[in-house]
C-alpha cells in the first residue's frame, strides 16, 4: 500500500490523499449496503419510478451539457416540486420501510446473503386448477378476482386482506368466492404457486377510457395492473363472463382454453406442452 502511495506522489499533477485500510472497508460496506439496498426495491414499483427518476436526470443532464436552456430551466425548477412529488408517489414504500426499521426487519433484509427467487411461472396443474375453477363460477356467474404476482411484489395488497398461505385447488377457489362466505368479497392473490391471501383491497384504475360495461371488479383489475406487472382473472358476477388484464389491457370474453394458454404464455409454454390431468378442456358456454 505505501509503494503505490510513494508511486503516485512521484507524479506532479495527481495529489492522491492517503489510503488507509479503514477507507477501503469504508467503501466496501458503503457499496454493499448501496447494492443490497438496490436489490430489496428492484422487485417492487418503486424500482420503475426510480428508473423513471434516472431517466429524467439523464435528460437535464444532457439538456446542461449541449446548451438547451429553456430544458434545463424548466428541469433545474422543477426540482424542489419534483422532491415533494416523489414524497407523495413513495408514501406507501416509506411508510412501510419506517415500519419495517422499526421491528428490525429493513436491515435483515437489506443485508441478508439470499438473493430473492426470480419469479417462477405457474406450475401446470395449478395452470389447469385455476382455469377448471375459473370455468365453475363463470357458469354459476359466481364474481372473482385472481391476481397472480410476477416480478413486483404484492406485499402491500397482501397486507389488505386475510392471511392464507394454502396449496392452490380449483376446490379452494370455489369456496374462496362462493357467495355469502366470509371470504367471498375481494380479491385472492397468488404468490410462487400458493394462494398468499384472500378478502384483499386493490386500488381502483381512474383511466376515463374504461367501458361503463364494466364495474369495479374489473376497474380494480385494471388498477392493479397500471401498477405492477401482476396479471388479474375476472370473473364477471353480472354475466359470468372471464376476462384477463395484464399491463391495464383487458381480454375478455375467455373459455377454458384461452386461461390456460394465457397463464401458461407466463413462462413462455404452449398450451400443448401443458399437462392437463383429470380434466378435459371444455367451451365455457358447454
Known amino acids: 500500500m505505501e509503494s503505490i502511495q510513494l508511486a503516485l506522489d512521484q507524479i506532479p499533477f495527481l495529489k ?8 477501503i472497508l469504508d467503501m466496501f460496506v458503503v ?12 422487485d417492487t414499483r ?12 439523464l435528460i437535464a443532464l444532457a439538456a446542461y451539457i449541449i446548451g438547451l436552456n429553456t430544458v434545463w430551466f424548466i428541469i433545474s425548477n ?21 415500519e419495517q426499521l422499526g421491528q428490525g426487519k429493513i436491515l435483515s433484509s437489506i443485508l ?8 417462477e411461472g405457474l406450475e401446470d396443474d395449478i395452470i389447469v386448477s385455476i382455469a377448471k375453477a375459473t370455468m365453475q363460477m363463470a357458469k354459476v356467474k359466481t364474481g372473482a378476482l385472481i391476481v397472480i404476482e410476477e416480478k413486483i411484489n404484492l406485499e402491500d395488497i397482501v397486507r ?30 397468488i404468490c410462487k404457486n400458493r394462494i398468499t391471501a384472500a378478502t ?17 371488479r374489473h376497474r380494480a383489475a385494471i388498477g392493479i395492473t397500471e401498477i405492477s406487472d401482476a396479471g388479474v382473472i375476472v ?17 375478455r370474453d375467455l373459455n377454458a382454453e384461452s386461461v390456460i394458454k394465457i397463464l401458461g404464455s407466463s413462462k413462455n409454454k404452449p398450451i400443448n406442452q401443458i399437462k392437463l390431468p383429470r380434466w378435459k378442456v371444455k367451451n365455457k358456454h358447454e
Open 46 to 57: 418503486t424500482w420503475a419510478l426510480l428508473k423513471g427518476l434516472a431517466s429524467l436526470g
Open 112 to 119: 441478508s446473503m439470499n438473493e430473492k427467487e426470480e419469479a
Open 200 to 216: 384483499c383491497l386493490l386500488p381502483l384504475s381512474d383511466n376515463n377510457q374504461i367501458s361503463k360495461e364494466l364495474g369495479t
Open 31 to 42: 457499496a454493499f449496503v448501496i447494492y443490497r439496498l438496490i436489490i430489496w426495491i428492484k
Open 78 to 98: 422543477l426540482t424542489t416540486f419534483g422532491i415533494i412529488a416523489i414524497l407523495v408517489l413513495f408514501q406507501p414504500e416509506l411508510r412501510r420501510a419506517l
Open 235 to 251: 370473473v364477471s358476477e353480472e354475466t359470468g363472463n372471464v376476462s384477463y388484464v395484464k399491463n391495464g389491457h383487458i381480454k
Open 16 to 23: 492522491v490523499p492517503m489510503i488507509e485500510a479503514r477507507d
Open 160 to 189: 389488505t386482506g386475510i392471511p392464507i398461505d394454502a396449496v392452490i385447488s380449483s376446490e379452494l377457489l370455489v369456496n374462496i368466492f362462493e357467495k355469502n362466505t366470509p371470504l367471498h368479497d375481494g380479491a385472492v392473490v
